[in-house]
């Protein structure tokens, strides 16, 4: 048994995972899918529980016990964030329903207030859909542009290009940590660091970057970072926008309701103080409350472990999969984690993914919601397997054995 074995105990860390304890079709689960959505362990389902048979009500409204109760685990769980993402202050922790509805809550909300025809946003070539669209949809009302980095044959970003990209015009650049079609990760550090040096901000889509690695904002120096809660071992429909107290102050906020107010006249309205401001409405409590839950349970297990665990199952693929005559690897960049894309000589990714799963392997198969990735490439699709610290390499062992059944199917 090597060192990172001994340290790290999958096994046991198994037995946290119920979900994974399951046959599919007459087989052993083996979920390779976690860059869709990873799984929940049971302190995050128990604690889903106890909140609606213990204290569910709503918060930051009630005078009752319960509404006590729940207003201070919600914090709590804000708490929890900030710590998690080693951010300066709460106010600079807004809870939305993920990943995508941070972005559009800022593409709105940088669009009204920061926006004016011919300013331009930087994205790049390997983006998701999520921080794509709702920047054309940004530019298009406000006459602004979008400007792509683009990215070179391994699915890593041309730093020239992107260089030349910033002007006096670029009012953002938003760019994502880790690529989940291609598993780059990116060189965030340089990439903020020249957008500072012009006085331009940054936002980064943290959605695969969490999952495998900690992250610190204040050493990171973004202005803005998103990310969302069941990719990161939580619930569903809960996520996160991190905001520079300095810059959330300047926006107006996305959405108007209940709890983002001070005071309200038919005269006009005097919007509350952060991060209130960007919550309208009843949260999604419960599930904000589940993610605090799943943080603690990823900091206990320890992202050093997290990542030698995942890198050596990386590496440990990637060779595997390399023996596989006629398979090319769609991605293939210096630093990756969480992902790895691939295509099969004429065979479709789709009957790919079909027949994995009649062998109890789930993966993912298709565009992964970043087409232009896919037009890069020049593939319709690709056949994705994605990690977590939870996967072992007999898992790996079986994908591989149930791809030589796809191969012989074919053949
Ligand atoms: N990627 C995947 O299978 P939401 O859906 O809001 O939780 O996350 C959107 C999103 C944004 N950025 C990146 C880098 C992502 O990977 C995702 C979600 C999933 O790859 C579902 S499409």
Not at 281 to 301: K, R, S
Request: glycine share 8%; charged share 20%; net charge negative.
């Amino acid at each position: 048994m090597n060192t990172t074995l001994q340290q790290f105990n999958v096994e046991k860390i198994r037995t946290d995972f119920p979900i994974l304890q399951q046959e599919v079709h007459g087989k052993p689960l083996v979920y390779l899918d976690n860059a869709a959505t990873s799984q929940t362990p049971t302190v995050v389902i128990e604690a889903l529980q106890k909140y609606y048979r213990e204290y569910n009500s709503n918060v930051h409204r009630g005078v009752h016990r319960l509404s006590h109760i729940a207003t201070d685990a919600y914090e709590g769980a804000r708490e929890k964030v900030r710590r998690f993402l080693n951010a300066s202050s709460l106010q600079e922790i807004i809870f939305t329903k993920g990943t995508t509805d941070g972005i559009n809550l800022l593409a709105s909300s940088i669009g009204r207030g920061l926006i004016k025809p011919g300013d331009e946003i930087v994205i790049s070539a390997m983006e998701h859909h999520s921080n794509i669209v709702p920047w054309q949809l940004m530019c298009e009302d406000r006459g602004a542009r979008l400007r792509v980095i683009p990215i070179n044959d391994d699915g890593e970003i041309i730093f020239e290009a992107y260089e030349d990209l910033l002007n006096e015009r670029t009012k953002l650049v938003s760019i994502v940590h880790t690529s989940n079609s291609l598993g780059t990760v990116n060189p965030l550090r340089q990439i903020i660091d020249l957008a500072h040096n012009k006085n331009v901000p940054v936002l980064v889509d943290g959605a695969q970057a969490v999952p495998h690695t900690a992250v610190d904002l204040r050493a990171l120096d973004c202005d803005f970072f998103v990310f969302s809660s069941h990719k990161v071992f939580g619930p569903t429909g809960v996520g996160v926008l991190y905001g520079k107290k300095e810059w959330l102050e300047k926006l107006p906020p996305y959405q108007g309701g209940g709890d983002m107010i001070l005071n309200v006249t038919f005269a006009g309205t005097k919007f509350n103080e952060l991060p209130y401001k960007f919550e309208a409405g009843t949260p999604n409590i419960a599930d904000v409350i589940g993610l605090g839950v799943a943080l603690d349970y990823v900091q206990q297990i320890g992202y050093d472990a997290i990542s030698s665990w995942e890198n050596e199952l990386i590496q440990y693929a990637l060779k595997r999969l390399q023996e596989i005559e006629g398979l090319r690897f769609i991605g293939n960049a210096k630093h990756r984690a969480g992902a790895i894309s691939f295509v099969l000589e004429n065979i479709h990714p789709h009957d790919i993914g079909t027949i994995l799963d009649r062998e109890g392997v789930a993966v993912r198969t298709g565009h992964h919601c970043t087409q232009p990735v896919m037009q890069c490439f020049k593939v319709p699709a690709t056949t994705r397997a994605s990690f977590a610290f939870y996967n072992t390499k007999e898992e790996i062992d079986l994908l591989i054995k149930a791809l030589y059944k796809v191969i012989e199917m074919f053949s």
